[in-house]
């Protein structure tokens, strides 16, 4: 598998008009899974993979993502714990690159919203009817943007403080899950794709 990354992805950002007001509304678009499965698609620069995604939340409150193909076969099974981090379990050879696995690290902490509780600086910018969230992890910023009071998630995003990487969105809550969730990053062909089933499983 290999990763195109390019450099010429929009400087979105630089319009963007430091406003009042702290970033703490966004606590309550959290997601909360105990667990859910998603028929998932993905999509990266000419290679394709298909089969149901898992999101689980462990005893010791770690978050598991396991990728299989109908069969069962683990393309990935990642964690995220508070203790110890991002961990990669398994990956299959052609995944198993440093590209791959930070991209696919940070796609889920925003989908997630790991990152609202980790991040030790956020601000607030304005953009027309926008509110965009701010939080900085490292060179990366991760913006949540909702309407003006931040009463409603309209979409989330990754970038620089001004290139924009990635879009992300998510249809309707229930039960503080997502029924689907939706990725596209700006700088090279890479989708994300998830919808809920229900695998009548005991949580």
Known sequence: ????????????????QRTEGNTACIAAFKPHIRRALYRTSVDVTGNHLS????????????TRIVFTNEAGFSFFDFE?????????HSI??????EAVRKTLRKDFELLLMEVADTATVSSVFQKGAERYN???????????????PCAQLIRMERGSR?????EATRGTMKDGVPE???????????TIDLKRIDDHAEE
């Not at 992805?9 to 963007?16: D, G, I, T």
């Not at 689907?180 to 890479?190: D, E, V």
Request: aromatic residues 14%.
């Open 134 to 148: 701010a939080f900085y992890a490292g060179d990366d910023v991760y913006y949540y943007v909702t309407d003006i």
């Open 51 to 62: 089969g149901l995604l898992l999101i689980k939340q462990m005893p010791d409150s770690s």
């Open 80 to 88: 995220f714990s508070h203790k110890n981090g991002f961990l990669v």
């Open 180 to 190: 689907s969730m939706h990725i596209q990053h700006t700088n090279f062909n890479f």
């Open 162 to 166: 001004k290139r924009k990487v990635l």
């Open 92 to 97: 299959i050879p052609k995944m198993d690159k």
């Open 1 to 16: 598998m290999l990763l195109l990354l390019g450099s010429c992805a929009p400087a979105v950002y630089k319009k963007l």
